[in-house]
């Protein structure tokens, strides 16, 4: 019989070559743990009995001091100024989850130390990315107005590239502290102050910080400098882990590696977050999750994350700092009702363009295309980057959406597009993009997400060179997408309660430290049956035991699974419902066994 089969090709990680099975024992009994734990943490580079034990517990007290960052000094020198001269700081942060939580950090810690002090996040569609020149005027004018001077102004998650704007920003009097994690130009702005583990001369240990780690390091800097002279009795001292539920939500919605210090910070957050002492996060997670479970990195990054983002796609992302940052439930609910009809619009918005996009794709295209270069001239800017993403998942290449952008900077109208790029595993974008640059107005962007800004006129010109390079870059196996499995397992293995308690501790999960994926084979599925619009639930049976599993958009494979045995690719969740947990398989991918 012809049954459907999983376009992906699915391949079994290896122990290095440098590890052998007898040492893999040996690790498990001296660090306690199930072998089956010691190759997940092998598969992602962990093997030394005392980095394992660190990895399993993570704690607070293993961050590296904040003085280690480059920078550290002078800007907390500029803030101890502008806290005893009383001189106001405004936080300039960017509008995507990210930026929104720095800013939310920041601003909460000035107001409890009593810096006068107000948030200004740009307008994505007016605006764009990154500090401009317009908003650093308005800046000075209502500063000048409300306390007679510039002041301090201090960057959240963007400023690295600004160069030219803050050198105006210096010309009208700020002095300039910029925090933020991008990569950094050969020529750094002159600010007065620059944190940013990435930039040259930088020895701090923790590389690959989110935007609001960096902010949250300036603050933890800052309450140590002032800890030094006695600024608050001992008992009064403010307790910054209660920030790190902030600081978790921006990490993981950054995606930037849950390894070293990110993970202690997520782990740490998401203690913090289930303690629900913020208002604005409660509301907001009483709109998004449907049960009362333990938030989970997963909540972060497909129900809290996604909704802070739709308010900066689509609405004012300023709404998203004072739902974090209020203690006012009535304004808290309104806050987060504001998130969730935006969240919902972005959804619709983002399903009509995908549609769109979707249906200029022809087979004739996909035969002879590396990647794909959409334009129409009324797609909303804000979702292009989502869209991309999901047209890349859908056909396996580099996909850029443009649409049109009829003003540049200064203001003035000129025939141009607008807009955002994804990859896929193994092709720089941005390299390709580079490769364009002479055609461009702007970009900017990495390995796997790019923005861009082009003369209308160029856009038939620019698909053919990217193209060309996109293909130049490629192998024989590049357009063909594969599925890394960690191990092919049993369900008599899967339920072995030492291994069950040591999975726990392996979380959170995230990019950098991937769930781990399993697979059983040639496994006859008991009672599969649709749920909901497409989604197949079954259970797995075996000596005696059971497990349920679900596999979200695989309905499609209900008669297959009925009538014949099935290979699976899953995750393994642990699931609460009506007061009992229960383990749960998470389909990732399934195809019917050959014999």
């Given at each position: 019989m012809d049954f459907p089969r999983s376009e992906k090709k699915w391949l079994l990680r290896q122990l290095p070559t440098d590890i052998t099975e007898t040492q893999v024992k040996k690790i498990a009994r001296d660090a306690g743990i199930p072998e089956t734990i010691v190759t997940l943490l092998i598969h992602r580079g962990i093997s030394d009995k005392r980095n394992i034990k660190d990895f399993l517990n993570p704690s607070l007290h293993e961050l590296p001091r904040p003085h280690l960052m480059?920078?550290?000094?002078?800007?907390?020198?500029?803030?101890?100024?502008?806290?005893?001269?009383?001189?106001?700081?405004?936080?300039?942060?960017?509008?995507?989850?990210?930026?929104?939580?720095?800013?939310?950090?920041l601003s909460q810690f000035f107001k409890e130390l009593g810096v006068p002090s107000h948030s200004y996040i740009p307008d994505r569609m007016r605006e764009g990315y990154g500090l401009n020149i317009k908003a650093v005027r308005k800046i000075?004018?209502?500063?000048?107005?409300?306390?007679?001077?510039?002041?301090?102004?201090?960057?959240?998650?963007?400023?690295?590239?600004?160069?030219?704007?803050?050198?105006?920003?210096?010309?009208?009097?700020?002095?300039?502290?910029?925090?933020?994690?991008?990569?950094?130009?050969?020529?750094?702005?002159?600010?007065?102050?620059?944190?940013?583990?990435?930039?040259?001369?930088?020895?701090?240990?923790?590389?690959?910080?989110?935007?609001?780690?960096?902010?949250?390091?300036?603050?933890?800097?800052?309450?140590?400098?002032?800890?030094?002279?006695?600024?608050?009795?001992?008992?009064?001292?403010?307790?910054?882990?209660?920030?790190?539920?902030?600081?978790?939500?921006?990490?993981?919605?950054?995606?930037?590696?849950?390894?070293?210090?990110?993970?202690?910070?997520?782990?740490?957050?998401?203690?913090?977050?289930?303690?629900?002492?913020?208002?604005?996060?409660?509301?907001?997670?009483?709109?998004?999750?449907?049960?009362?479970?333990?938030?989970?990195?997963?909540?972060?990054?497909?129900?809290?994350?996604?909704?802070?983002?739709?308010i900066g796609r689509i609405g004012s992302a300023g709404k998203a700092v004072k739902l974090m940052t209020t203690n006012f439930p009535e304004e808290a609910q309104q806050f987060a009702e504001e998130l969730e009809a935006a969240n919902n619009s972005r959804k619709s918005i983002e399903?009509?363009?995908?549609?769109?996009?979707?249906?200029?794709?022809?087979?004739?295209?996909?035969?002879?295309?590396?990647?794909?270069?959409?334009?129409?001239?009324?797609?909303?800017?804000?979702?292009?980057?989502?869209?991309?993403?999901?047209?890349?998942?859908?056909?396996?290449?580099?996909?850029?959406?443009?649409?049109?952008?009829?003003?540049?900077?200064?203001?003035e109208v000129q025939k141009l597009v607008k807009g955002s790029g994804r990859s896929i595993e193994g092709i720089d974008i941005h390299k390709a993009v580079s490769s364009c640059q002479e055609m461009l107005q702007r970009f900017g962007g990495h390995a796997g997400a790019v923005g861009l800004t082009l003369p209308a006129d160029n856009i038939t010109s620019f698909r053919h060179r990217f193209d060309a390079f996109i293909g130049a870059q490629s192998g024989k196996d590049t357009f063909s997408p594969?599925?890394?499995?960690?191990?092919?397992?049993?369900?008599?293995?899967?339920?072995?309660?030492?291994?069950?308690?040591?999975?726990?501790?392996?979380?959170?999960?995230?990019?950098?430290?991937?769930?781990?994926?399993?697979?059983?084979?040639?496994?006859?599925?008991?009672?599969?049956?649709?749920?909901?619009?497409?989604?197949?639930r079954f259970s797995i049976m075996e000596n005696g035991k059971s497990i349920n599993g679900i596999g979200f958009g695989f309905g499609k494979l209900v008669a297959a699974s009925q009538k014949g045995v099935m290979d699976l690719a899953f995750t393994l969740r642990l699931n609460s419902y009506m007061g009992q947990e229960k383990w749960q398989l998470n389909v990732v991918d399934l195809r019917p066994s050959i014999a």
């Open positions: 480059k920078g550290m000094n002078e800007a907390v020198s500029i803030l101890l100024g502008a806290l005893k001269f009383q001189q106001p700081v405004t936080v300039f942060g960017d509008f995507d989850a990210d930026g929104v939580t720095a800013t939310a950090v000075f004018d209502h500063n000048m107005q409300q306390w007679g001077e510039a002041g301090v102004l201090l960057t959240a998650d963007c400023g690295i590239s600004d160069t030219d704007v803050v050198s105006a920003a210096k010309n009208l009097g700020f002095r300039v502290i910029i925090t933020d994690h991008h990569k950094p130009p050969n020529e750094l702005p002159q600010a007065d102050a620059i944190l940013n583990p990435l930039q040259p001369g930088c020895t701090f240990p923790c590389k690959h910080l989110a935007g609001v780690g960096v902010a949250f390091y300036l603050i933890l800097g800052l309450r140590s400098e002032l800890i030094t002279y006695g600024h608050w009795p001992e008992n009064k001292i403010p307790n910054l882990k209660l920030y790190m539920d902030l600081v978790a939500i921006g990490t993981v919605a950054d995606q930037v590696p849950v390894t070293g210090c990110n993970r202690i910070i997520v782990k740490s957050g998401l203690e913090i977050l289930n303690q629900a002492n913020r208002v604005g996060l409660q509301k907001l997670l009483d709109n998004a999750k449907n049960s009362n479970t333990d938030v989970t990195v997963e909540d972060i990054a497909f129900r809290l994350a996604p909704r802070i983002n739709a399903a009509d363009i995908f549609t769109e996009a979707a249906s200029m794709v022809s087979p004739e295209t996909l035969d002879t295309a590396h990647s794909l270069v959409l334009f129409k001239n009324d797609w909303h800017q804000g979702v292009l980057g989502i869209v991309a993403s999901r047209l890349s998942d859908q056909f396996y290449r580099p996909v850029i959406l443009l649409t049109d952008s009829t003003q540049d900077d200064s203001g594969s599925l890394l499995i960690d191990m092919q397992t049993t369900l008599n293995e899967l339920a072995d309660q030492k291994f069950l308690a040591a999975f726990i501790s392996l979380a959170p999960f995230g990019a950098g430290f991937p769930e781990p994926i399993f697979c059983m084979r040639s496994q006859k599925l008991s009672k599969p049956r649709l749920v909901g619009t497409n989604h197949l």
